[in-house]
C-alpha cells in the first residue's frame, strides 16, 4: 500500500482575521478532493477561527508548536489538550526557528513530541543542518542525533511522528536543496527510523521543507524518499499552495 503524501503549510507568525479568511476560502474553493493529505498550520490566535473555517474541508489543522508540559504555570505556552480543544491533529516541534531562536534543544523537541503523542497529536519533528554544518560535512551526524533523541525518547510510537527535513540554509532563502540532496538525506533519515520501527518505517512520512514552490515542488516530490512538503512562504499565496498540493500525487 502507498501512503498518500503530506502537504503541510507552515504560516509561521504572519495572517490576520481577514487574512486568513480569505486566504482559507480561497484553498476551500479549488482544493476539491486532493489526492494528498493537507494541513495548515497557522499561529495559536488563529485556531478558533481556523477550526470553524475548515470544518468538514479536507484540509487538518495544525499548530506550530507546543509545550511539554501538561498544564501550571508556564506563561505564554500551549498545551496538547488546549490544542485538541480546538481540532488540531498536528503539531510542528522543533522548528530551526525555535531552535535558534528559543534555544530549544533535541531533548526539549523529543519531550514536546511525546507530549503531543500522548494527546493523539502527530508532532512533525523538523531536523536539518545550517550552511556551515553542510559545507563542513557535518550534515548526516546533525540530522542524526536530531533524530535520535526523538526517537530515544518516543521510540514505542516512533511510527506515529512525521519528519520533516528541513535544510536551514533552504529556509525563506529561495535556495531550495537539489532533489538529489533532498533523497540522500531523506533516505538516511528513512534507515535510522527502520532501525528504530522495522517495516512500520516505510509508512513513516518524511517531509522537504525549504524554498519548496510551485515551480519545484513535482521534481522534489518525485523522490522515492520525500513523502510530501512543509511549506512556509509559498503556502501563505492561496494558488501555490493548490499547485503544491496537485504535484502530490
Ligand atoms: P519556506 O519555509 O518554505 O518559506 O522556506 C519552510 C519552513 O520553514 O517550514
Redesign the pocket.
Known amino acids: 500500500m502507498t501512503k498518500k503524501k503530506l502537504i ?1 503549510g ?1 504560516w ?1 507568525m504572519n495572517g490576520s482575521l481577514a487574512a486568513n479568511e480569505s486566504l482559507v476560502k480561497a484553498l476551500l474553493q479549488d482544493v476539491g478532493t486532493p489526492d494528498c493529505e493537507v494541513a495548515v498550520c497557522v499561529p495559536a490566535p488563529y485556531l478558533a477561527q481556523m477550526q470553524a473555517l475548515l470544518a468538514g474541508s479536507p484540509i487538518a489543522l495544525g499548530a506550530q508548536d507546543l509545550s511539554a508540559q501538561q498544564q501550571g504555570a508556564f506563561t505564554g505556552e500551549q498545551s496538547a489538550t488546549m490544542l485538541k480543544d480546538f481540532g488540531v491533529r498536528y503539531a ?1 516541534v522543533g ?3 525555535r531552535r535558534q531562536y528559543h534555544g530549544e534543544t533535541d531533548e526539549a523537541v523529543a519531550a514536546k513530541a511525546a507530549a503531543a503523542l500522548a494527546n493523539g497529536i502527530t508532532p512533525i519533528v ?1 531536523v536539518g543542518e545550517t550552511l556551515a554544518q553542510r559545507e563542513s560535512a557535518h550534515t548526516e551526524e546533525v540530522v542524526k542525533r536530531q533524530l535520535a533523541a526523538v526517537i530515544h525518547v518516543n521510540g514505542h510510537c516512533i511510527s506515529e511522528i512525521v519528519v ?1 527535513y ?1 535544510p536551514v540554509w ?5 535556495k ?1 536543496a537539489t532533489p538529489e540532496q533532498a533523497q540522500s538525506v531523506h533516505a538516511l533519515l528513512r534507515a535510522q527510523l527502520h532501525h528504530a520501527a522495522n517495516e512500520h518505517a516505510a509508512g513513516i512520512h518524511i517531509l522537504y ?5 510551485a515551480a519545484n515542488a513535482a521534481e522534489l516530490l518525485a523522490q522515492p524518499d520525500i513523502d510530501g ?7 501563505l499565496k492561496a494558488p501555490d499552495f493548490l499547485q503544491i498540493i496537485a504535484a502530490a500525487r
Open positions: 503541510a507552515n509561521k510542528i522548528h530551526s526557528e523538523c520533516a528541513e533552504a529556509i525563506g532563502t529561495g531550495t521543507g525549504g524554498s519548496m514552490n512538503g512543509l511549506i512556509g512562504g509559498a503556502s
